[in-house]
């Protein structure tokens, strides 16, 4: 047996989207190394996303790419996978990358298997992201049936009160130029601060550091405002230890699913049914309000969309009523898993 031969699987997986499309990959990893223990994981990602990896052992390697479409000769970071998988062969590529210019590098690649999106039948389906990447771990020859997404964190570097509820004003589009139909009105999350702070609830709140302005004016003197100060790492740990989570359709909501944190998932314009955090029977609970236009999002009616009225129907008293159900230990009403339910939506 060769030295080659005798070392640990080589595994590679190939997600390069943002955090919420990662977290929701990651339900791959336990699958592999329940089949290689030993495997050498390495992982395709996006800079954004790649500091969910940085406190989690199980992943070896995390290559950044910040360009996806370019083709091998003119990206260096496949470029060096491909070299690298000449005298190294991988043992599994996972390609979770929907687009032809992905499944043409992995196809470069030399692997002793190979499987994705766009090979062997496989294709994405009208259905939720991890349903499809179970479906992926199966043509593997994996145990995908049950496979959950998972984060491994730290202890964020503040201090914490024992018990607190964290909000998170903003998402993926804040600062953007174009309309944020994800979001749930300003004044509201300001009100839902002061009410909450008036019950005795302690409130960290949450962002990225295009979104501390946001989070300053929702937290005022009255809640811990931590947007822009926490790594990744160090949010999930922050998120692991909150009683609860509010939130729209952004990544933090899939951060606090794979950590098993009660949820609060505010949402509107997007499909549940595809993006609803996936988490365990009884801790995602979500509020939305079944309008004729919603959800719309990925049709012509999102850029047409000026008065977000799904996401404006959304009042501060059911948001507060959840919120102090889950601070006084109640689960989600919702007997079974939400996107199980949401399952048969159609879209617009």
């Known amino acids: 047996m060769t030295d080659l031969e005798q070392r640990a699987p080589r595994i590679l997986v190939v997600r390069c989207g943002a955090v919420g499309d990662t977290v929701m990959a990651t339900c791959v990893l336990d699958p592999i190394l329940r089949r290689w223990p030993d495997a050498r994981i390495e992982w395709l990602a996006t800079p954004g996303s790649a500091g969910l990896f940085a406190g989690d052992r199980r992943v070896s390697m995390v290559h950044q790419i910040k360009h996806r479409k370019p083709p091998v ?23 979770l990358e929907c687009a032809d210019y992905f499944r043409r590098f992995v196809h470069a690649l030399r692997a002793d298997q190979l499987v994705g999106y766009g090979d062997g039948g496989l294709s994405w389906q009208d259905r939720h992201g991890v349903e499809n990447h179970r479906a992926v771990l199966m043509a593997a020859g994996l145990a995908g049936k049950g496979a959950m997404p998972r984060l491994v964190g730290r202890a964020p570097d503040v201090e914490l ?90 990544g933090p909501i899939h951060v606090a699913a794979a950590v098993g944190t009660p949820i609060i998932g505010l949402y509107g314009p997007t499909r549940p049914s595809q993006t609803a955090p996936y988490g365990r029977p009884g801790q995602v609970q979500l509020l939305r309000h079944h309008l004729d236009c919603s959800p719309c999002y990925g049709t012509p009616l999102t850029k047409q969309c000026r008065d977000n009225r799904c996401m404006q129907a959304i009042t501060v008293d059911e948001v507060l009523q959840a919120v102090i159900g889950r601070w006084n230990g109640e689960q989600s009403p919702l007997p079974m898993d939400v996107f199980e339910q949401l399952s048969t939506e159609q879209p617009c």
């Not at 000769?73 to 390609?95: A, H, I, T, Y």
Request: charged fraction near 20%.
């Open 73 to 95: 000769w003119m990206s260096p970071v496949k470029r060096r996978l491909v070299q690298s998988s000449q005298s190294e062969p991988f043992r599994l590529v996972l390609n």
């Open 161 to 250: 009160p024992d018990r607190y509820v964290v909000l998170h004003p903003g998402n993926s589009h804040s600062g953007n130029d174009r309309p944020n139909i994800r979001a749930w009105p300003e004044p509201r999350w300001r009100e839902l601060c002061l009410r909450l702070r008036e019950a005795g609830v302690p409130v960290v709140v949450t962002g990225t550091p295009v979104e501390t302005a946001l989070a300053g004016r929702v937290a005022g003197a009255e809640a811990l405002n931590l947007a822009g100060k926490t790594d990744i790492p160090g949010m999930i740990g922050l998120l692991k230890r909150a009683a609860a989570l509010v939130v729209s359709d952004t």
